[in-house]
């Protein structure tokens, strides 16, 4: 099972972590100056080691992935919507079967390696970056300063190149009135707070990626430590706001139930509003008001009514009335099978 369908530590809170490192290679232009046969013999030369990097990457050029592969990819948050649609010449990725690791080919860095994982699980995702980043710096030269770290496109991520992010879901705090107040304060101990797509996105079904702001003059392990204090602080702010809600039980389980029985029962219904309906859902399954969802059906229900993932779920290409339509029977699906 891939692990966006899986459950982690601290999933009540945490739907997933993820590390990316920002890397460029040695005496060459960035990829915002360089020409097109320059990318090109970037992608040529990281095509011949994909197999010598070993994970059982499979090295794919984004000219041959199809629109609908790329948005489902783009959903599930393992490529950016700005390489999906602008690098389609120059672009590539590095995938496995398991889709935990990804490494991104000429999107704002020559090399954007990319790990993944359910809940709460930092620790374990930076020994496996570390381990794939070493694995590619045996074959292929970093740019790299001895002042400076890493040398990256953009200044903020020089250094170690080093981006943690994980995404939360905080229907409690937002009920409640209080998560702007704790958003501020994580962004005021050096956290960067963002929509689910990441930077310049909105905030949808109570979601919010959480992300370091620093990279250069500390070292990785010191990002990690620091990203898990701060998230697992904002855990305790949502559970303590969770119970609050829950006293006033009935109003709590009208609105559960409200979103569960018109999920269940509607025949049409569009992306946005599925996106909150399933916002309190997810809340009533994890508090265990909702007796008949598991947190299995939860993700499901989270990952194929989104445009493209349903459209592959369904094996069908559909405008959006039809989608709504569909997405409607899809829902029903997965909570009475």
Request: with cysteine; glycine share 6%; proline share 1%.
């Amino acid at each position: 099972m891939n692990w966006y369908l899986q459950n982690g530590k601290e999933s009540d809170v945490v739907i997933s972590s993820r590390i990316r490192l920002a890397r460029n290679l040695k005496n060459t232009n960035f990829v915002n100056n360089s020409k097109k046969e320059g990318l090109e013999k970037i992608l040529k030369n990281i095509e011949n080691i994909t197999e010598n990097i070993g994970y059982n990457l499979k090295f794919i050029r984004l000219k041959d992935i199809d629109d609908l592969t790329k948005m489902c990819l783009i959903e599930k948050h393992i490529i950016s919507p700005d390489f999906a649609l602008n690098n389609i010449d120059v672009g590539a990725i590095l995938i496995n079967e398991d889709e935990n690791i990804c490494i991104m080919i000429n999107e704002e860095d020559h090399i954007r390696i990319q790990v993944f994982s359910s809940g709460l699980d930092l620790e374990h995702l930076l020994d496996l970056i570390n381990e794939i980043d070493l694995a590619m710096s045996s074959f292929v030269p970093y740019a790299f300063s001895e002042k400076y770290g890493y040398l990256t496109a953009c200044p903020t991520n020089v250094g170690t190149g080093l981006r943690a992010s994980v995404m939360v879901h905080l229907p409690g705090l937002t009920q409640s009135g209080n998560v702007n107040k704790v958003l501020e304060i994580v962004n005021n101990f050096g956290m960067n707070i963002r929509g689910i797509y990441g930077e310049g996105t909105d905030t949808k079904g109570d979601l919010y990626q959480i992300s370091n702001k620093q990279s250069i003059g500390i070292h990785e392990k010191e990002i990690i430590n620091n990203m898990k204090v701060i998230v697992e602080k904002i855990i305790e702010q949502e559970r303590t706001a969770r119970k609050m809600l829950a006293k006033n039980s009935i109003n709590l389980e009208d609105k559960v139930y409200r979103a569960y029985g018109i999920l269940l029962n509607c025949r049409k219904i569009s992306s946005e509003e599925c996106e909150k309906l399933l916002s309190y859902v997810k809340l009533g399954t994890d508090l265990g008001i909702i007796k008949e969802l598991n947190d299995l059906k939860v993700k499901k229900l989270e990952l194929y009514t989104k445009p493209a993932n349903l459209q592959r779920y369904t094996n069908k290409i559909l405008d959006g009335f039809d989608r709504d339509i569909q997405r409607a029977e899809v829902i029903k699906n997965i909570i009475n099978n």
